[in-house]
T-cell receptor
Framework: DAKTTQPNSMESNEEEPVHLPCNHS???????IHWYRQLPSQGPEYVIH???SNVNNRMASLAIAEDRKSSTLILHRATLRDAAVYYC???????????FGKGTTLSVSS | DTGVSQDPRHKITKRGQNVTFRCDPI?????LYWYRQTLGQGPEFLTY????????KSRLLSDRFSAERPKGSFSTLEIQRTEQGDSAMYLC?????????????FGPGTRLTVL
């Protein structure tokens, strides 16, 4: 299975944009890039996913490199409620189980 | 819009006892997953159902663990003869296929403590 690499931690200030990177150099053509986040004491929460093109939704944007070997989750204006562990996960088109790594712990300061 | 619910939210038991957890998925979702999460780690996949059929089981799912999803609705996860190493958060998720891939929605989890 293709693996992802994320920084262990990142810090941000409230109301500033946050760019969370993810490297996935062994990604295959049928792998979707998924992002989930987990707030303290809660179950993981779906954020966004994409295949080749950049994606936007109400929570975030996903920028995918042209060679698909990396991607960036963009939170446009961080709030204190965005402090969480962010997981970048590759899921094959017919895939089922999510394979979570350690993710990036995002801290947001006021 | 009701999300995934899990019951109980917390369970404390003594070693050797049996425990059962319940998961109610989002009603129109036909896929249901169980994961386990220990402190400081990401969730680990245990098993997956499509409707009532259990289609995948992780090697983590020892023979003391059994999961069911009768009639393709709610699911139960039973752990027999609990051990201290079973202490963890047990997470349930349900999904539907969106744009060629699964989007999973997680419940709040059941935290198990084995004394």
């Amino acid at each position: 299975d293709a693996k992802t690499t994320q920084p262990n931690s990142m810090e941000s200030n409230e109301e500033e944009p946050v760019h969370l990177p993810c490297n996935h150099s062994t990604i295959s053509g049928t792998d979707y890039i998924h992002w989930y986040r987990q707030l303290p004491s809660q179950g993981p929460e779906y954020v966004i996913h994409g295949l080749t093109s950049n994606v936007n939704n109400r929570m975030a944007s996903l920028a995918i490199a042209e060679d698909r070997k990396s991607s960036t989750l963009i939170l446009h204006r961080a709030t204190l409620r965005d402090a969480a562990v962010y997981y970048c996960i590759l899921l094959k088109q017919a895939g089922t189980a999510l394979i979570f790594g350690k993710g990036t712990t995002l801290s947001v300061s006021s | 819009d009701t999300g995934v619910s899990q019951d109980p939210r917390h369970k404390i038991t003594k070693r050797g006892q049996n425990v059962t957890f319940r998961c109610d998925p989002i009603s129109e979702h036909n896929r249901l997953y169980w994961y386990r999460q220990t402190l400081g780690q990401g969730p680990e996949f245990l098993t997956y159902f499509q409707n009532e059929a259990q289609l995948e089981k992780s090697r983590l799912l020892s023979d003391r663990f059994s999961a069911e999803r009768p009639k393709g609705s709610f699911s139960t996860l039973e752990i027999q003869r609990t051990e201290q190493g079973d202490s963890a958060m047990y997470l349930c998720a349900s999904s539907y296929r969106q744009g060629g891939t699964d989007t999973q929605y997680f419940g709040p989890g059941t935290r198990l403590t084995v004394l």
